[in-house]
């Protein structure tokens, strides 16, 4: 395994870069209402890279008010060709300022470098720049009735959105909420998690820029408990979208409850990633790799569960093996990186935790599964063999480097055990016989499938689960139906 990083440059527990960053309610940068601050730290050198201002109830009424005025007012008034045109102009900022956001991410997350140029800020543009031009083509439909009657259906936005961001994609996740959203004459009060606000308040700035309007975007950073609370159960917010764990997914459907607001969820994985045994196993093999390894394992799509069947299992295994021994651990910032630390302190214990639990409940780690080095959240990437369907491992979401190598018999005993979870995002299934697949396909509960590929995602595709997995879809038209209400209108022609 190849481990690289350079300590030595790095003496102070406070980043040479570390800047106080404030709130963005009305178009202004202003502190908490209570003054607070909390820090902001570098997960792979633990050193505060910024202090952010934290919000409270109070922060989040006057972002709300702000927000319903801007929608009442100047956004949703406007012409929907301009509101696409400072969508578009905010996707340009974004592209002159793309090392900058880059670097804020890569710092903020632990996250490679690479990966952020190569996927997350990519992602970000085209889902803007996607929606951008969706602003002044959503419309209604004209509906035969009777003769007398001129009946047809509009789609307005659905008011204020209240947009909870979690920390292992925030800019990506962040703009898939944003750019919808205001692309329907939504305005929104965003909460990025307290681990990784540095680049929403960043694209938030160059929105201002770009010329949104003020109280169309705000941004209220705190704790979960505080500020997403008071969010998910303020009246004058209309809807909740979230991505985050199944268990704060269910306190907020909860707390929606309150004035019936409209939510989406997007929530926990456990994906199973299907190996025949008549299936390019090499390709097979470099796919699941990145399917796990790709961002620490910390994604809700990972490919967690490998499943092999029984003649082609020992090489899989042995693959799997060599491709995260190989894999370089290190610095972010360095290009060359591919696996950075895991977000913080908490989630590393919790993930060296499984890898004791599948120890202890009998599975083989045949590598990985221990911290590297004493400073930063660096975990060697874990391959459990001889893992059971039944073991916490198979079936609790770890969201780590950490991966469960199943045996399987036939198509019968893959789609039990793929299936065997509380969760459908999604799967993954590799094999030559084209009706194997499509059977497979039609039969596992998963919101996305991918043949003889893995974890490839696109704005113009619907992407979420149903159980575990969360509520509704994000991406494509669907996007445009989280944020929009029909309303029929029939005219009387006989007056």
Known sequence: MSIAYDYSRDTSPVAPAAKDRLLLIDGRRVPSASGRTFKSLNPATEQVIATIAEGNE????????????????????????????????????????????????????????????????????????????WADKISGEVVSTRDDALTYTVREPVGVVAAIVPWNFPLMIGMWKLAPALACGCTVVMKPAELTSLSALRIGELALEAGLPPGVLNI?????????EALVNHPDVDKVTFTGSPGVGRGIMRGAAGNFKRVSLELGGKSANVIFDDADLDAASKAAAAGIFFNAGQVCSAGSRVLVQEKAYD?????????????????????????????????????????????????????????????????????FANVKHEMRI??????????????????????????????????????????????????????????????????????????????????????????????????????
């Open 58 to 133: 109070i922060d989040v009424d006057h972002a709300v008010a702000a927000a319903r005025r801007a929608f009442e007012g100047p956004w949703r008034t406007m012409r929907a060709a301009e509101r696409g045109h400072i969508l578009l102009k905010w996707a340009d900022l974004l592209k002159q300022h793309a090392d900058e956001i880059a670097e804020l991410e890569s710092l903020d997350a632990g996250k490679p470098i690479s990966a952020v140029l190569r996927q997350d800020l990519p992602a970000a543009i085209d889902t803007l720049t996607y929606y951008a031009g």
């Open 220 to 228: 209220v950073t705190g704790p979960g408990r505080t500020v997403g």
């Open 315 to 383: 090489e899989v295994v042995e693959r799997l093996t060599a491709r995260a021994k190989a894999l370089r651990i290190g610095d972010p910032s360095d290009r060359a990186t591919v696996l950075g630390p895991v977000i913080s302190e908490k989630q590393m214990k919790s993930i060296l935790d499984y890898v004791d639990i599948g120890q202890k409940e009998g599975a083989s780690l045949t590598t990985g599964g221990q911290r590297v080095g004493d400073r930063g959240y660096f975990i060697s990437p874990a391959v």
């Open 394 to 495: 198979s079936q609790e979401e770890i969201f780590g480097p950490v991966v469960s190598v199943i045996k399987f018999r036939d198509e019968a005993d893959a789609l039990r055990i793929a299936n065997g979870t509380a969760y459908s995002l999604a799967a993954g299934v590799w094999s030559r016989d084209m009706g194997r697949v499509q059977r497979f396909t039609r039969k596992a509960r998963a919101g996305t499938v991918w043949i003889n590929t893995y974890g490839y995602t696109d704005v113009r595709l619907p992407w979420g689960g149903e159980r575990d997995s969360g509520l509704g879809r994000e991406h494509g038209t669907a996007a445009i139906d989280n944020f929009t209400e029909p309303k029929a209108v029939w005219m009387n022609l006989n007056v």
